[in-house]
């Protein structure tokens, strides 16, 4: 008897134009563009195996070892029920494919990352789920044409269908076909880019970003200037400066995104706040770090931004990381020694010291904890069709780790 079974895994990604806003909360649809770049799943990933089985009684889901409940018109039961629709579509135009599409599905899916450590897992959790179902029933899908449907599952989720650098188009039809992910450029056009995670302690239990965007679209005044006259000409210009590999221009865009996002969190009513002490820290020394380059005659050599959570995340070409790292670590110092994932520190291992002409009272320097670890990574590729020895489900359909 054939096994109708594929394991994908699927990579995060981080915005430097933030999609904060849905015009349409059934089919998330968003109420701007938004581009983001894809990170590297040797480092984040999330894995996710599906099966279809006659035996089967009805759809189950496991997250990180744990059922989830697959609730009726809820975000993940869509992502199933359109991609058993593709599959039946695909059954009706080719007799000789084997009508899998009526089974129920098991699906495993875990992350290489803690999920309370705040990165994004709902996207690389929902491209790795739409992903593995369309290898599972042979889709001869696009991603793009998959990220609409990932799009249903998380909005973000959408641009973690390609690697590199991605945008997700808004578009402006009511049934959302115009509203799904594009790639700008691929990873191997700028693939120097890195990016530097300061996992941020943060003790409260945030605003979450589906109730957070919707209030801000019912209350805020200035995200309507934003939607109107700020993201479509940022889309452009960020675009732009990807294609000519212009960090200088990439960095001041996606500063100045991060900043406006939170300014239309701080705006809307009552005010939400993402950022802490330790956040607004981080954006203090990568702005010091930025001024002595260019009082030296340089260029801007870092980036933050910040999603929906304290959490840094700083884009910088390659070259700067070393400095950027001991630079963080001077203020933050880590409990456990900086794991060097590309050689960059050689022997000496990582001080924490800060660049010449750096002006050290810019931030107050903190505990061990206050960033409780850090992630060095770069721009990767799109979700990967993984072999049979890395399924998640064992031979009777449930979870390896649970059976
Ligand atoms: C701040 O995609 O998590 O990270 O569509 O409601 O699932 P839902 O929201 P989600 O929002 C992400 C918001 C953000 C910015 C971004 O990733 O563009």
């Not at 002490?277 to 203090?284: G, L, Q, T, Y």
């Not at 009272?361 to 770069?378: D, E, M, N, P, Q």
């Amino acid at each position: 008897m054939s096994v109708y079974q594929a394991t994908t895994s699927a990579p995060v990604n981080i915005a430097c134009i933030k999609y904060w806003g849905k015009r349409d909360t059934k089919l998330i649809l968003p109420t701007n563009s938004s581009l983001s770049v894809t990170l590297d799943q040797d480092h984040l990933r999330s894995t996710t195996t599906s099966r279809a089985d006659p035996s089967f009684e009805k759809d189950r889901l496991w997250l990180n070892g744990v059922e989830e409940e697959i609730k009726e018109g809820g975000r993940l039961a869509t992502c199933i029920r359109e991609m058993k629709r593709m599959r039946k579509e695909l059954e009706d135009k080719d007799a000789s494919q084997p009508k899998i599409s009526s089974y129920a599905v098991h699906i495993c899916s875990i992350n290489n990352f803690p999920t309370a450590a705040g990165l994004a897992s709902s996207a690389a959790g929902f491209a790795a789920l739409v992903s593995s179902l369309a290898a599972l029933y042979s889709l001869p899908a696009s991603p793009s044409e998959l990220s609409r449907i990932a799009r249903q599952g998380s909005g973000s989720a959408c641009r973690s269908l390609f690697g590199g650098y991605v945008a997700w188009n808004m578009g402006s039809k009511p049934d959302g076909s115009d509203s799904y992910a594009v790639e700008v450029a691929p990873r191997e056009h700028w693939p120097d880019m890195h990016a530097l995670i300061c996992v941020v302690s943060d003790d409260k239990k945030g605003t979450s970003s589906t109730s957070g965007m919707q209030r801000t679209v019912e209350t805020s005044p200035l995200l309507q200037h934003r939607i109107a006259h700020v993201v479509p000409a940022r889309m452009e210009a960020i675009s732009a400066a990807i294609r000519a590999r212009d960090f200088d221009t990439f960095a001041r865009l996606t500063m100045q995104d991060s900043n406006q996002f939170h300014a239309v969190a701080l705006d809307t009513d009552p005010p939400i706040f993402y950022m802490n002490d330790v956040s607004r820290a981080i954006i203090a020394l990568i702005v010091e770090y930025n001024r002595v380059s260019v009082a030296n005659g340089g260029k801007l050599k870092a980036a933050y931004t910040y999603d929906a959570g304290p959490n840094a995340v700083i884009y910088a070409p390659k070259e700067n990381l070393k400095e950027i790292i001991e630079l963080i670590i001077h203020y933050f110092p880590q409990a456990e020694p900086f794991k060097d994932p590309f050689g960059l520190f050689g022997a000496a291992g990582v001080q924490g010291k800060l660049v010449e002409g750096f002006n050290p009272a810019v931030a107050k320097s903190f505990g061990v904890g206050a960033v409780k670890g850090l992630i060095h990574t770069r721009v990767g590729d799109g979700p990967r069709v993984l072999g049979a020895e890395e399924a998640l489900l064992g031979a009777n359909g449930l979870p390896k780790s649970i059976a």
